[in-house]
């Protein structure tokens, strides 16, 4: 088996939509008359209400490849996606698939709703090639991996969008495929089938090549050895730098607006970030590199009824996920409420998230007088949002040096 045999060859790729439905109709009416008397429409310009839904599309993967393709909705994703599966063509370029292809691109494509899940499976493998006999030696295998027990037997339109996921994604890891395409559909299982499903993509992987289109920049990072970002029907980055690939998409996305939340019974007069040769300014993202010290000053006020607090500050990613948090209550500060403002400055040394942009929640937390944390007085969702910025490759959100030694 040929490790660099080009399994998909996408070259200078565009299709267009119309907007309008009847206009729609009366354009594939003309288009598909061009056709049959030899001529072709492809290369004309766009006509009233027509929008490129892809522009000159290029890239190839090859067998043992993974191939995550991101982007905004609306970017091109999905048209791109029924191309490689050959639901509709392109009006411009071309695209070459080599080997047997397995496609989940919606939720329980390509079953039939009336026939039950065994039933299914034999039809599915009976497309994709496979005698009876072989898929008869899959069987239980796929019936093991869906978890869906004794619903094999029951028709397909009668399964949750779950189970649908389950038994399609089961079909498509055992028929060994030579591409795979999968869409978002694995977000729909629970933590452990998508554990599964990922273990599974990890040994198809070896000897085919997949296509994985997902919102979940983990799942990428973890699975994908190379990215393509699309955006506005245009691809704005390739490459095998998945990390850049991911700060490339997140880019395109405005960054969230501060909240307030809790009872309001303190104010944030004033916080700021510098490093050791950095001050943020007002006017651009502040930025720091990988691995140098973060500074964050704050002050604000409390109620006077409140005698004593607790600061609780979290880093979040752009998916909105905590990734880090420092607790007050963790380090010998106390902070006692004499009516004043309060200031103080805390320091990350080394800071060592991935390079990315994040956003900064504080939190203050009144403290009882049993030295138990109380209710939330106010939280300030966003306040802040800083980039790091490095060559720092890696999928973890924090990537830790350690001291290496050959023994």
Aim: net charge neutral; charged share 25%.
């Amino acid at each position: 088996m040929n490790d660099s045999e080009v399994l998909i060859k996408v070259e200078n790729v565009s299709k267009k939509f119309c907007r309008k439905l009847k206009r729609s109709l009366w354009y594939g009416m003309k288009d598909l008359g061009s056709e049959l008397i030899g001529r072709s429409n492809s290369h004309r310009d766009l006509r009233k209400d027509e929008f490129w839904a892809l522009d000159d599309v290029s890239f190839e993967l090859k067998r043992g490849e993974c191939l995550g393709l991101i982007g905004p909705n609306g970017s091109g994703k999905s048209t791109l996606l029924k191309m490689l599966n050959g639901l509709i063509k392109p009006d411009k370029g071309k695209i070459t698939m080599r080997g047997r292809v397995g496609a989940l691109i919606e939720l329980g494509a390509g079953f039939n709703p009336i026939l039950t899940g065994k039933e299914n499976i034999y039809i599915n493998g009976s497309v994709l090639g496979f005698t009876e006999e072989e898929i008869s030696n899959k069987f239980e295998s796929i019936l093991e991996f869906a978890e869906i027990g004794k619903f094999i037997d029951t028709p397909v339109q009668n399964y949750s969008s779950g189970m649908k996921v389950r038994l399609g994604f089961a079909v498509a890891a055992h028929m060994e495929p030579d591409i795979l395409i999968i869409d978002e559909v694995l977000a729909v299982g629970d933590i452990g089938f998508r554990i599964k499903c990922m273990n599974a993509i990890d040994r198809i992987s070896r000897n085919a090549s997949i296509v994985f289109v997902s919102h979940s920049m983990p799942a990428v990072s973890r699975i994908c050895s190379r990215v393509v970002v699309l955006n506005l029907s245009n691809i704005v980055f390739q490459g095998y730098n998945v990390s850049k690939g991911i700060e490339q998409y997140y880019s395109i996305f405005q960054r969230s607006k501060t909240q307030i939340l809790g009872r309001g019974k303190t104010s944030i007069h004033e916080i700021k970030l510098y490093s050791d040769n950095k001050k943020e300014s007002d006017n651009s993202i502040f930025k720091i590199n990988y691995l140098d010290n973060l500074y964050i000053e704050m002050s604000f006020s409390v109620h006077l009824e409140i005698k004593r607090c607790l600061i609780n500050i979290a880093f979040l990613n752009q998916e909105m996920i905590p990734v880090a948090q420092c607790y007050s209550i963790n380090s010998d500060l106390e902070i006692v409420n004499n009516g004043e403002i309060l200031r103080f400055q805390i320091k990350f040394p080394k800071f060592q998230l991935n390079p990315g942009i994040y956003s900064i929640d504080v939190s203050i937390v009144e403290e009882l007088e049993n030295g138990k944390i109380g209710e939330i007085l106010s939280r300030y969702e966003s306040i802040k949002n800083f980039q790091i910025v490095g060559d720092v490759v890696g999928w973890a959100s924090i990537q830790f040096q350690g001291e290496w030694t050959i023994i």
